[in-house]
């Protein structure tokens, strides 16, 4: 979380269960997250549910969602997980407009259109921009009145910043120890204005979905998130663009929410 926003003891006692519980149960597997197979997802989405954090999340405030979110996409949490928490629920849920991700560990699925379970939903697979997701369009479906779809767009704005501030607090670390010509590549001017400006830029954005609901700010967060991930790599050099760290699976889930929650895709 890149500005310090006060936090209540509630929140707080809920980060700290989700961050060691992950320690423990998901970050060991570090830039290894892509392959973990459904038996291991399921078993982490029920431990995360066993603390109780769906059931808070359900009840939660705006900032409150939006904080957590954030701590989602930091996590890198796998897809099912992530959309769930977007969607504030308590079961396996998907979420998306045209494109839903995950409807094979779903068992309900979250759109414009209301709420629905997968079982009553027709759809196709499609080729996902991440590989460790798989995504399905949607074709039709028996939908159920769903409150407020804004808060998906909300807490998908929320993940992908929380996406965007990991890969830049590894580039500013990288930056501190990587030394060029005698001296921390950070130094550098060329290095020091991209990070600033990627972190103003972020910080901007987090301003907008925390008082904005409309969808614009979540178009406006895929691209400053995009922007800083795409200037994390290039920051790293040669060993950002390999699968020795995990900063392109970062990349890759940003671009995978943009593309499940896109309005304008057709």
């Known amino acids: 979380m ?3 926003v006060e936090e209540d003891e509630d929140i707080k006692l809920i980060v700290d269960s989700l961050k ?3 320690d423990r149960e998901w970050n060991i597997l570090g830039s290894k997250k892509h392959e973990a197979n459904s038996e291991k997802i399921l078993d982490l989405f029920y431990k995360l549910k066993d603390i109780g ?5 359900g009840n939660s405030s705006i900032l409150q969602s939006v904080l957590i979110n954030e701590f989602v996409g930091e996590n890198l949490l796998p897809g099912i997980i992530a959309t769930t928490f977007m969607a504030r ?3 396996p849920t998907s979420v998306g407009i045209n494109y839903a991700l995950e409807l094979d560990k779903a068992e309900y699925v979250v759109t414009p259109k209301g709420i ?8 196709d697979e499609i080729k996902s921009p991440d590989p460790s997701v798989r995504v399905y369009k949607i074709l039709s479906g028996k939908w159920s009145p769903y409150d407020n779809f804004n808060f998906v767009f909300l807490n998908a704005s929320a993940q992908m910043l929380g996406h965007a501030t990991y890969c830049l607090n590894k580039a500013i670390e990288y930056a501190k120890t990587r030394i060029a010509f005698g001296k921390p590549i950070g130094s550098y001017q060329a290095i020091k204005h991209k990070l600033v400006d990627d972190a103003i830029g972020l910080e901007l954005a987090r301003s907008r979905y925390l008082i904005d609901t ?9 691209k400053k998130s995009f922007r800083a991930i795409l200037d994390s790599i290039q920051v790293h050099g040669g060993i950002g663009f390999t699968t020795d760290i995990d900063l392109h699976l970062h990349l890759k889930r940003v ?3 943009n593309k499940i929650l896109t309005p304008f895709v057709s």
């Open 116 to 123: 629905a379970k997968v079982s009553e939903v027709e759809y």
């Open 53 to 57: 954090v769906f059931e808070f999340l």
């Open 89 to 91: 629920e308590d079961v």
């Open 20 to 22: 060691e519980l992950l």
């Open 214 to 222: 409309d969808p614009f700010s979540f178009e406006y967060s895929f």
């Open 255 to 257: 671009v995978l929410i």
């Open 2 to 4: 890149l500005l310090h």
